[in-house]
């Protein structure tokens, strides 16, 4: 039935064992406030929501007038709700996948390939890289979230280089001095820190793993004593550690920006940046692919030479690595994350509590919308009823489709919406 163009989806959920556990999760909290009969086991990790039409979680459809049972099968029939320029270049698929994770252990250092590269793996390695699409990837804190992304400014790993014996074991002598006499030229640089992280990642399994186990067992005793571990990353190594003991993955902390996002705040993970999340909540929006390149901090297949081959060696600070969400023009609540690929945007929709209507304005494309706080009553002539929004409330809009908000809660609403806009 093509009349309903808006309603609600039940999404997936991801059950990955570095997932918050039970009610801990933010994914967990959302699932249960968007269906309240949803039941939460307490010992069972809720890492990831799936808010899309990817084939190993496509959401299902939350209304019975609708013949088809999820929202891939839907948009196969009704291709026209994405917007006509959306359907042309993607040929007729959603290009995002929306999400939420929970992330209570690391997820593994990884990069994602260009779309060259995706190709080029997937027609050698299909076992390894199941598609030929590239991943970018954001991630919008929703709690405190803490990631690696990117490599530090030189001065900081040649500290570290400094203050870490054991690091500086598995980079070499040659490598350090390297990297130390390129200061200044940008391409001797990124030259040098190629064969630093090579090097390291290359050392020999009984090296590194005898070298972890000295800088573990140097800083616990440093801690003991009281004395401070910061110079070494203490606090990080040894947490780390502790979910993946003997893991080369622990190194890369020496080489790597340490995030810490607030919420609202976000990061952008282009093709080939090295990064990892930690510990926290976000809202994730990337590219249909499945494509990753592993470093560490993983039990999956590490994909070493090609990892060290395809990064992105560009030193840069922390500060250059949060991606600058920009105020919408038109609409003084929706805020815009806006990277520079075209396959996804995010809006965040903040209605403070003074507003009781609001109009969520039509896109020529596709979207979700994600309900993180308070409640409200939807309504739009595609919708043919009345939808109830509450926090958990996935719905799907279809290109060009406007829907009004009667706010209903005293706090206003705090809502996140993907869409492409070409």
Not at 120 to 145: G, S
Not at 215 to 231: I, Y
Request: net charge negative; glycine share 6%.
């Amino acid at each position: 039935m093509e009349e309903v163009r808006v309603f609600p989806l039940t999404c997936a959920v991801q059950n990955y064992a570095w997932g918050k556990i039970g009610l801990d999760s933010e994914v967990a909290k959302l699932v249960v406030g968007g269906d309240p009969l949803a039941v939460i086991e307490d010992g069972k990790p809720y890492a990831e929501l799936w808010m899309g039409a990817h084939p190993k979680g496509d959401a299902q459809i939350k209304d019975n007038r609708i013949a088809q049972t999820t929202l891939g099968q839907w948009i196969t029939h009704f291709p026209a709700c994405l917007g006509s320029k959306v359907k042309d270049t993607f040929q007729g698929q959603l290009p995002f996948l929306f999400k939420v994770l929970s992330v209570n252990t690391a997820l593994s250092i990884q990069a994602h390939p260009n779309r060259e590269l995706a190709a080029r793996l997937n027609a050698q390695f299909p076992e390894h890289y199941p598609d030929n699409n590239h991943k970018p990837e954001m991630a919008i804190a929703l709690t405190r979230f803490h990631g690696l992304c990117g490599f530090r400014p030189v001065e900081e790993i040649l500290g570290f280089l400094k203050c870490v014996p054991e690091f500086h074991a598995l980079v070499g002598n040659e490598a350090a001095e390297e990297l130390r006499c390129s200061m200044g030229d940008a391409l001797r640089t990124s030259q040098a820190l190629k064969k630093c992280f090579t090097r390291m990642m290359n050392c020999e399994k009984k090296v590194f793993v005898d070298q972890l186990n000295m800088l573990v067992k140097r800083v616990t005793e440093e801690g003991a004593a009281g004395k401070d571990t910061s110079s070494s990353i203490g606090d990080l190594l040894l947490r780390l550690h502790s979910q993946y003991p003997g893991d080369i993955g622990c190194f890369s902390i020496y080489f790597l920006n340490l995030m810490v996002l607030d919420p609202g705040q976000a990061m952008f993970l282009g093709a080939n940046e090295p990064h990892a999340y930690l510990y926290g909540d976000c809202i994730e929006c990337m590219a249909c692919s499945d494509n990753t390149v592993r470093a560490g901090l993983t039990p999956k297949y590490i994909d070493v030479n090609t990892l060290c081959e395809m990064l992105n060696y560009s030193p840069a600070p922390t500060t250059s690595k949060i991606f600058p969400c920009v105020q919408d023009a038109s609409d003084p609540c929706v805020t815009l994350y806006d990277p520079p690929v075209p396959d996804f945007t995010v809006m965040r929709i903040q209605v403070p509590p003074s507003v009781k209507m609001y109009t969520l304005a039509p896109v020529d494309s596709a979207s979700i919308l994600l309900v993180i706080e308070g409640e409200a009553i939807a309504t739009a002539v595609a919708a043919l009823s009345d939808v109830t929004l509450r926090r958990g409330t996935v719905l799907f809009v279809s290109a060009n489709e406007s829907v009004s908000l009667h706010i209903t809660s005293q706090s206003g609403m705090n809502m996140f919406r993907a869409c492409c806009l070409l």
